[in-house]
């Protein structure tokens, strides 16, 4: 006797048929490409422009901190650090991270205030290759301010290929 439960074969249909498919998609093989690096230096200054609208990058009041040379490029530990007393009138709204040949030439955008305190971010970054890399702070007065750094990396990074 059956009870107040709908019939058996429903749900044991239904669950052969999800199970088969599942594992008809898992036998199938997968190929996953990472997307090579592509990047160019145009590339990364066509990112700056679109972050400072083209206005003049004026180059003083920012220091970046990154080793010059990297064994490898995984984990690469970074620190912009920008000259600025953080007042109410005075500070940092922005600071924007660029390279030069990672596929994404805007690795990073950090926005701050007046009460953020000390004007710095610190962070671990992917490398590619070896590379330059800059950072633009924005300023409340609407300026723009960079530094750059080249970084010499040994084993590069976002260039694997699973197959």
Not at 8 to 16: A, E, H, I, N, V
Not at 60 to 81: A, C, F, Q, R, Y
Not at 127 to 140: E, H, Y
Request: proline share 9%; charged share 15%; glycine share 8%.
């Amino acid at each position: 006797m059956r009870g107040m439960q709908g019939p058996p074969t429903s749900s044991r249909r239904r669950f052969l048929g999800l199970a088969g498919s599942t594992a008809v998609i898992g036998a199938l093989p997968v190929a996953i490409t990472v997307r090579p690096v592509e990047a160019t230096p145009e590339m990364m200054a066509t990112a700056i422009r679109a972050v400072t609208g083209g206005a003049n990058v004026q180059t003083g009041k920012v220091k970046l901190d990154i080793p010059p040379l990297v064994e490898n490029g995984n984990s690469v530990p970074m620190t912009v650090s920008v000259t600025s007393p953080m007042t109410p009138t005075d500070y940092v709204k922005s600071i924007h991270v660029f390279n030069e040949k990672n596929p994404q030439p805007n690795m990073g955008n950090f926005y701050l205030n007046p009460r953020t305190g000390r004007p710095q971010i610190s962070t671990r970054v992917r490398l590619a290759d070896s590379q330059k890399i800059t950072a633009i702070a924005k300023l409340s007065d609407g300026s723009f301010w960079s530094t750059t750094a080249d970084v010499v990396v040994t084993l590069a990074a976002c260039t694997e290929e699973v197959i």
